[in-house]
């Protein structure tokens, strides 16, 4: 996965080289129990490092975004 993009609270985040699926477990795991911090990117270019909360009823959308001839790119689930 090339990267991964986030909106979160109508904001765009992003994170870079990482797993989609174990992204989406660790947000699974946050949403359902105890709160936790997601580190993320924000901005385009020189990103800036940011902190997301996330936690029970906390909105949160990952959007995988890989090359199209990318075969080892996870799927959207």
């Known amino acids: 996965m090339k990267r991964i993009d986030i909106l979160y609270d109508g904001a765009h985040y992003?994170?870079?080289e990482?797993?989609?699926q174990a992204m989406?477990?660790?947000i699974t795991a946050a949403a359902s129990g105890p709160a936790a911090w997601?580190?993320?990117n924000?901005?385009?270019g020189q990103l800036q490092p940011a902190e997301l909360l996330v936690g029970p009823g906390i909105?949160?959308?990952l959007?995988?975004?890989a090359p199209d001839d990318d075969p080892d790119a996870d799927p959207p689930a």
Do not use: F, M, T, W
């Open 42 to 44: 924000h901005g385009e």
């Open 14 to 16: 992003s994170v870079g």
């Open 38 to 40: 997601v580190s993320v």
């Open 59 to 61: 909105p949160i959308a």
């Open 63 to 65: 959007l995988p975004i």
């Open 24 to 26: 989406k477990a660790a």
């Open 18 to 20: 990482q797993d989609y």
